[in-house]
């Protein structure tokens, strides 16, 4: 009788455990607009480029809190109803809300000669004074480098130019740097050694993606690099 009541009891509990167990989605796109975000959600949403990474975390079946989610991704805190809620208090797919990156675009324009102007290009105004240096080469065979220290609220295009015939200056009213090999052949083209390229600023509360025609330091292979996330966590 006693191993007939245990048995009962047994199918009771598991029958109550299957009503009560909720189910968490593991996909962004799985996870309904009212339902709240599991990590292993944010973190398919941060594969799909939903949202950038700011800093690496674990997925797991865990719900995500306030803190948690601006902690791990760039999000438009300001948004309500995601700025009203507490820190400790779990979001729901709603709540969160991407931040607009800034886009930066390095380019180069050419005079038919020895002449080269480098550009950089940023989309929306800076939060904070901004330094991009890398060090270039042409298909002429010119090298140097060049330190781009972009004031706070600065957006739109400014410029660096270098005459590449000789060794020297390379001069903008953001810009300064060096040409290290000078050439004399005419210059049709400038690449960015990536490996080089570093990236600062004090500002941590969205992506900013870089765009540039990379080569490797030999200044052999020739790749494009688009929207590449310089200060995104892994």
Not at 23 to 45: I, K, P, Q
Not at 102 to 120: F, H, N
Not at 173 to 195: D, E, F, L
Not at 201 to 212: E, F, V
Request: aromatic content about 10%; overall charge negative.
């Amino acid at each position: 009788m006693k191993l007939y009541y245990s048995i009962i009891i047994g199918f009771i509990v598991i029958c109550c455990l299957s009503f009560t167990t909720k189910y968490y989605a593991s996909t962004w796109a799985g996870t309904s607009a009212n339902e709240t975000v599991s990590r292993n959600a944010l973190a398919d949403a941060v594969a799909n480029v939903i949202f950038y990474q700011k800093a690496a975390f674990t997925g797991s079946t865990r719900q995500t809190t306030k803190a948690e989610a601006a902690a791990w991704v760039y999000l438009d805190e300001t948004a309500s109803p995601f700025a009203g809620k507490a820190s400790n208090q779990l979001v729901i797919k709603t709540d969160l809300v991407a931040k607009t990156p800034i886009y930066i675009t390095i380019a180069s324009s050419y005079d038919g000669g020895t002449g080269l102007t480098i550009e950089v290009t940023v989309s929306a105004a800076l939060p904070a004074t901004t330094t991009i240096y890398f060090e270039w080469c042409t298909d002429s065979g010119a090298s140097g480098d060049v330190t781009f220290t972009l004031p706070s609220t600065f957006s739109g295009t400014t410029t660096a130019t270098a005459n590449l015939s000789a060794t020297g200056a390379v001069t903008g009213t953001y810009a300064t740097g060096s040409v290290i090999v000078s050439s004399a052949s005419v210059v049709n083209a400038m690449y960015v050694k990536g490996a080089t390229l570093t990236f600062s600023t004090t500002d941590n509360t969205r992506p900013y993606l870089i765009s540039y025609t990379n080569v490797d330091n030999s200044c052999i292979t020739i790749t494009t690099v688009t929207d590449d996330c310089v200060n995104c966590g892994s």
